[in-house]
């Protein structure tokens, strides 16, 4: 059989062996990444504590000398004060604490009891996750570009190694100010990571197996965020852990000899040769030939600045959306994981149980995607969570089913999972080829922004006690995932469709679409 140069990533077989391969090794490093996303629920535990007893050094929280406890910590009046003995008048008096003792069932050191951060200082706590939440701002508008100027392949072994080397350094830690810079490079390189794996991913397969490709990516996400509870039950010390989920990483940087570059990034840029000689590999290990360089031309010559798409009105509408969504979904999913710690019950527990959950969302999607549509199933995902966020404090404010609410967040973490992982590939149909690295990594750009609010959000309650501490962070996302998930209507349906190339694809979309391996044009209105 043989395929001109334009039908060959469409349509050679992309799941033969060479695609196997490649996809596999592209998916290994997104386990990792997913494991540091949410790592420090764990190595930024707060267990339960109270003020140390003074002039016992000796003191737990498990203590059993319940006279001198009683003597010293007043009831009901939270964590952070002990009575201030009179020893002249017999007067009790509230005093701060100068030093805590902390639980260990769960961690036997985290960094909030290494450097304290409880009482006046924990907010420290939410300041040193905004941090990693702002690198990953800061490395989808620094990496997300180049990636479309020098390279996919570049991008990945450089952003690879940078977050080998500081997530392992993050284990070092040694003051508040070293970890919130060495958070904010890892947190940098880390998305960067992921970006350009996920964009590699696409454009190394064909269109008929896009969500398949996007389905097994994020599914190797799920599990690395359902192994990282597991590591974290057996590794209850919190460098042990970050060592453990971080230092291998720094091999994948062999993976320049291993996976090649994007053939569609290598047409747009003329490098005709290079992106033959890939094509050609991927022809014979599939038993296929091809010949000819119809429209290749063409492509190439198309070079488009990211701003031009702010000279079509539509574009920016979709955009807007687009971007809403995408803020929405991660301060929803990175809020809702990080306030895992807060639910009743064991903290291992619910979060494998979290990360069951999404990775099931991944897989009713890919059953979805093609049968409803992708802005369906992300209304519905959104709509999901919307409603069971927000109806989950009801259990707790008038029944006290905590069980009840911990099954409503679960729902919600399945449905938040679904979109974002679906928000994903929708967006990376909707832009142009031209600018599929940029469209991605703009993307990601606003969803850091609501990664940056999310800590902050998922701690809101952290220190009221009683319902509050659970209640607040799940309404709040609730009520954005209902605004987000409306938004979407108003995106084009982008199933079947052949993916644009260029801006005026793009404008296009929605309008006059060309179906997959047809030559008819469905008007859309």
């Known amino acids: 059989m043989t395929l001109q140069y334009e039908d060959i990533i469409e349509e050679i077989n992309p799941f033969g062996r060479y695609q196997k391969t490649v996809l596999f090794l592209i998916c290994l490093p997104v386990v990792p990444i997913a494991m540091q996303a949410v790592i420090t629920v764990y190595t930024l535990g707060t267990p339960k504590h109270r003020c140390a007893i003074l002039g016992d050094p000796n003191d737990t929280y498990d203590r059993t000398d319940l006279g001198l406890f009683n003597d010293s910590i007043p009831p009901d009046v939270g964590d952070c004060y002990l ?238 959306i687009i971007y809403f969504n995408w803020a929405v979904c991660s301060m929803s999913y990175y809020g809702m994981s990080l306030s895992v710690g807060s639910l009743s019950g064991s903290i291992f527990l619910n979060a494998v149980l979290y990360g069951l959950v999404e990775l099931l969302s991944y897989i009713i999607s890919y059953f979805l995607l093609d049968r409803i549509g992708r802005r369906r199933l992300h209304i519905g995902f959104m709509v999901i969570t919307g409603l069971s966020c927000s109806v989950s404090s009801l259990p707790t404010l008038y029944g006290g089913y905590s069980w009840l609410t911990i099954i409503l967040a679960t729902i919600g973490k399945f449905g938040v999972s679904g979109a974002y992982a679906n928000i994903w590939l929708y967006s990376a149909e909707l832009f142009p080829t031209v600018l599929r690295s940029s469209g991605l990594s703009s993307g990601s750009f606003f969803a850091r922004i609501g990664g940056l609010i999310s800590p902050f959000i998922a701690n809101i309650g952290t220190g009221r006690g009683g319902n509050l501490e659970k209640l607040i962070p799940l309404f709040i996302f609730g009520a954005l995932s209902l605004v987000a998930g409306f938004s979407a209507y108003f995106l084009p349906e982008t199933k079947n469709r052949r993916l644009p190339e260029t801006i005026e694809d793009a404008v296009a979309f929605g309008r006059s679409n060309v179906l997959l391996n047809t030559m008819d044009t469905v008007e859309t209105g």
């Not at 702010?310 to 979709?318: D, E, G, Y």
Request: net charge positive.
């Open 83 to 320: 009575y201030d003995r009179n020893t002249s008048t017999g007067n009790k008096t509230l005093k701060t604490c100068e030093r805590w003792v902390y639980d260990k069932t769960n961690f036997d050191e985290t960094l909030v009891t290494k450097f304290n951060f409880v009482c006046k200082d924990e907010m420290k706590k939410s300041l040193a996750q905004m941090f990693y939440m702002l690198g990953s701002f800061l490395g989808t508008f620094i990496f997300g570009p180049l990636g479309d100027v020098i390279g996919r392949r570049l991008i990945m072994i450089t952003s690879g190694l940078i977050y080998g080397v500081a997530s392992t350094c993050v284990a070092f830690s040694m003051s508040l100010t070293f970890l919130c810079i060495i958070s904010l490079v890892n947190g940098s390189a880390c998305t960067a990571y992921y970006n350009v794996l996920y964009v590699l991913g696409l454009e190394l397969v064909g269109q008929n197996n896009r969500i398949l490709a996007g389905t097994v990516i994020v599914s190797f996400f799920g599990i690395g965020i359902i192994l990282l509870p597991v590591m974290a039950y057996f590794l209850r010390d919190w460098k042990t852990l970050q060592l453990a989920a971080s230092a291998w990483v720094i091999v994948f940087v062999l993976y320049y000899w291993c996976v090649p570059e994007s053939p569609r990034w290598l047409i747009s840029k003329k490098r005709f040769t290079e992106a033959d000689a890939i094509l050609q590999h991927a022809a014979k290990v599939n038993k296929r030939s091809m010949t000819g360089r119809k429209e290749w031309a063409e492509i190439a010559q198309v070079n488009e600045p990211f701003w031009k798409i702010a000279t079509h009105r539509i574009l920016v509408i979709r955009t807007t």
